[in-house]
């Protein structure tokens, strides 16, 4: 696609309920990123892919959350059991390649935990 | 952890005076990233500036690099409107470039008054 999708844009659930988010990068862009913004905040990193593997999983906050990507394409970021401190929009973002600097955000999904 | 602070955290000026924010990082960079950030939207970029420039310009934007005191500014020349936004900067760690991801600041969060 022309730009980063993120589905769903907007998601309500209650506590304890599991939650998947996902990705469309830009097509050929081989980096995808996941980030966490709490209101009013910097952009916390939690994951990134190069292709299908993600070599640095330590900034995912605890065991309950998990990302997967399948096909060097589309990225599902799956929270469990969800806690009211999991509100937030988490960005996705995507490059050509690790180190070629500039991301491309999708507009992000809002989660709110009641 | 976070690499880059913003400061200040909140900027409100005029029409078409000149907006200045002001970023500093803790460790060895290869590029250093701004970013903007209209509400409730995805994040956009701006600009990037390698390790050694020191100095680059973008239409009304020009951005500034200290390497020697890990830090960076951002001019907004002649601002409008439609330059209310947050404005982050990003560092990418010098081992890696992008291998863990940018790492974002909180932000200046800029007003700009008609």
């Known amino acids: 696609g022309a730009g980063v999708s993120q589905s769903p844009s907007n998601k309500v659930t209650e506590k304890g309920k599991d939650v998947e988010l996902r990705c469309d990068p830009i097509?050929?862009?081989?980096?995808l990123y996941w980030y966490r913004q709490s209101l009013g905040q910097g952009l916390e990193f939690l994951i990134y892919?190069?292709?299908?593997?993600?070599?640095?999983k330590s900034g995912l906050p605890s065991d309950r959350f998990s990302a997967e990507r399948t096909g060097g394409s589309v990225s599902t970021l799956t929270i469990q059991r969800t806690q009211q401190e999991d509100s937030a929009v988490y960005l996705c973002?995507?490059?050509?390649?690790?180190?070629?600097?500039?991301?491309?955000f999708g507009e992000g999904s809002r989660l709110t935990v009641l | 952890s976070q690499q880059g602070e913003e400061d200040p955290q909140a900027l409100s000026i005029q029409e078409g005076e000149n907006a200045t924010m002001n970023c500093s990082y803790k460790t060895s960079i290869n590029n250093l990233q701004w970013y903007r950030q209209n509400s409730g939207r995805g994040l956009v970029h701006l600009i990037l500036i390698r390790s050694n420039e020191r100095e680059k310009h973008s239409g009304r934007l020009r951005v500034t690099l200290d390497t020697s005191k890990k830090s960076s500014s951002l001019l907004i020349t002649a601002s409008r409107a439609a330059d209310t936004a947050s404005y982050f900067c990003?560092?990418?760690?010098?081992?890696?470039?992008?291998?863990?991801?940018?790492?974002f600041g909180k932000g200046t969060h800029l007003i700009i008054q008609p």
């Open positions: 097509s050929g862009h081989t980096a």
């Open positions: 990003a560092t990418d760690k010098y081992s890696g470039g992008g291998a863990d991801g940018l790492t």
């Open positions: 973002a995507s490059s050509f390649m690790v180190d070629t600097g500039e991301l491309f």
């Open positions: 892919f190069q292709g299908n593997s993600a070599p640095d």
